[in-house]
């Protein structure tokens, strides 16, 4: 099914509102491949990247699940094997979940919005890379903010545990 209002290379995989999910394409040739993450005349209405980073999941482990007030990430699995975990969690919202298995084999951008609890977990056989392109500066602006984050994996009673 395509996503209203969103140019045709975009699917919704989720039924997740206002989760999007786009399939990367590696182009590759004898020096090696590059896949483009984002462009901005595809990126979802309304989101701007403020930051980059890049980091590195050893097999076994997960991180999250967890959750932004005001946060969307733009997550880029390209490489290894990833479990990606999203709950609904916003109000007046009906309850959902969803698991896609995304990496080397599926690499995708994951366009995840404030509300929307998030985890990933390294199912593969070695260390492997997300990249991360949120339209938050991580504790705002000169590191003087309270970070946007609430952190279910620390709650032994939470309702969003990853299978």
């Known amino acids: 099914m395509k996503l209203q209002g969103f140019p045709s290379y975009f699917w919704l995989v989720s039924e997740i509102e206002g989760v999007v999910v786009r399939p990367l394409k590696r182009f ?3 020096r090696g491949w590059l896949s483009e993450l984002y ?7 309304g989101f ?3 930051m980059a980073y890049l980091s ?3 097999p076994g482990v997960a991180r999250g699940p967890h959750e932004h007030r005001d ?14 975990y999203l709950w609904e969690n916003r109000e007046h919202r009906p309850e959902r ?3 896609l298995e995304v990496g080397r084999d599926n ?7 404030p509300g929307v609890v998030h985890a990933y977990r390294n199912v593969g056989e070695s260390d492997a890379f997300v990249l991360n392109f949120p339209n938050r500066l991580y504790a705002g602006w000169g590191r003087s903010e309270p970070v946007d984050e ?6 032994g009673d939470s309702r969003f545990v990853m299978a």
């Not at 609430?150 to 709650?155: F, G, K, T, Y």
């Open 28 to 30: 590759s040739d004898n």
């Open 39 to 45: 462009r901005e005349d595809e990126l979802p209405e």
């Open 48 to 50: 701007e990247p403020a």
């Open 56 to 58: 590195v999941t050893h």
């Open 71 to 84: 946060q969307t990430d733009g997550f880029a699995f390209l490489d290894g094997s990833y479990r990606l």
């Open 97 to 99: 979940a969803e698991v």
């Open 107 to 113: 690499p995708v951008v994951v366009f995840v919005p």
């Open 150 to 155: 609430i952190r279910h994996e620390d709650d």
